[in-house]
Nanobody, 116 residues
């Protein structure tokens, strides 16, 4: 059973940057899809970015040009670089992964707060 643990969240001013990390307790080599989701207070969880193996990376329209998802398979870690942060980016950010057998894993989330 692979566990996903997010880190790197915090409080940042508008226009600032954060780099979130998602560390897996085991190998993600068999994971064919990794992504980040977020949930703002009172809202449903939404897709932020998804990286399918061998496929095109997709970003939510609201973060295109500001966020970048990347993956280091050797370190079993997925990253989300977030630049030019806005107050509406505030929420709990969750890491998500799906392995080749279709099992889906979620982390517990990391809080991101964008406020002056």
């Amino acid at each position: 059973q692979v566990q996903l643990v997010e880190s790197g969240g915090g409080l940042v001013q508008p226009g600032g940057s954060l780099n979130l990390s998602c560390a897996a307790s085991g190998s993600i080599a068999s994971f064919n899809r990794m992504g980040w989701y977020r949930q703002a207070p009172g809202s449903e969880r939404e897709l932020v970015a998804v990286m399918p193996t061998g496929g095109s990376i997709n970003y939510a329209d609201s973060v295109k040009g500001r966020f970048t998802i990347s993956r280091d398979t050797a370190k079993n870690t997925v990253y989300l670089q977030m630049n030019s942060l806005k107050p509406e980016d505030t929420g709990v950010y969750y890491c998500n992964g799906r392995n080749a057998w279709g099992f889906v894993y979620w982390g517990r989330g990391t809080q991101v707060t964008v406020s002056s």
